[in-house]
T-cell receptor, first 111, second 116 residues
Framework: GEDVEQSLFLSVREGDSSVINCTYTDSSSTYLYWYKQEPGAGLQLLTYIFSNMDMKQDQRLTVLLNKKDKHLSLRIADTQTGDSAIYFCAERNNQGGKLIFGQGTELSVKP | SAVISQKPSRDICQRGTSLTIQCQVDSQVTMMFWYRQQPGQSLTLIATANQGSEATYESGFVIDKFPISRPNLTFSTLTVSNMSPEDSSIYLC?????????????FGDGTRLSIL
């Protein structure tokens, strides 16, 4: 069945780069997404990548996709304390646009 | 992207009661979804809200427990019926826009529900 896996925690120092990793199982995934959830808030779409791309860059964010290994990563350059949040990876399959979410990675940024 | 408003933003309810959550979008959207996020957990899709017809429920969710309405392209409701403490969760509405091409899902701020 469909499954998305993420590590649960990541701690970095302010100014360093953060890399959040995600693996998925559904080879028919069309799009893969990164969402951010701050405490007490809903989900904010950060970025997404189409499955036939291997990289997408958007300001401080870089998404890398290895379709062969079904591995997705989100790199945040120059991480700030405001980046502290839970980051969810999600895949969209071809059946009705349903999203399958990972467990979320809690990013803690220390000054 | 569309602005999504959910009401109420939070509530504390008594066991056995029901609560209806509203999701209002400021523009017409093609698809609307309802998700549940249990404490410390990820998001799970409850159902796809279909305009003018019955919602499409995911495995483990049934209409009697989670009735959903979608009378038009900008509004949907989710009712959590006969609530128990296990229903304490965040309930989130998400939408896909009407424009052509790929449209990602955007989420509302969610409704934080606690059942005593």
């Amino acid at each position: 069945g469909e499954d998305v896996e993420q590590s649960l925690f990541l701690s970095v120092r302010e100014g360093d780069s953060s890399v959040i990793n995600c693996t998925y199982t559904d080879s028919s995934s069309t799009y893969l997404y990164w969402y951010k959830q701050e405490p007490g808030a809903g989900l904010q779409l950060l970025t997404y990548i189409f499955s036939n791309m291997d990289m997408k860059q958007d300001q401080r964010l870089t998404v890398l996709l290895n379709k062969k290994d079904k591995h997705l990563s989100l790199r945040i350059a120059d991480t700030q304390t405001g980046d502290s949040a839970i980051y969810f990876c999600a895949e969209r399959n071809n059946q009705g646009g349903k999203l399958i979410f990972g467990q979320g990675t809690e990013l803690s940024v220390k000054p | 992207s569309a602005v999504i408003s959910q009401k109420p933003s939070r509530d504390i309810c008594q066991r056995g009661t029901s609560l209806t959550i509203q999701c209002q979008v400021d523009s017409q959207v093609t698809m609307m979804f309802w998700y549940r996020q249990q404490p410390g957990q990820s998001l799970t899709l409850i159902a796809t809200a279909n305009q003018g017809s019955e919602a499409t429920y995911e495995s483990g969710f049934v209409i009697d427990k989670f009735p959903i309405s979608r009378p038009n392209l900008t509004f949907s409701t989710l009712t959590v019926s006969n609530m128990s403490p296990e229903d304490s969760s965040i309930y989130l509405c998400s939408v896909v826009g009407e424009q052509g091409g790929h449209q990602p899902q955007h989420f509302g701020d969610g409704t934080r529900l606690s059942i005593l």
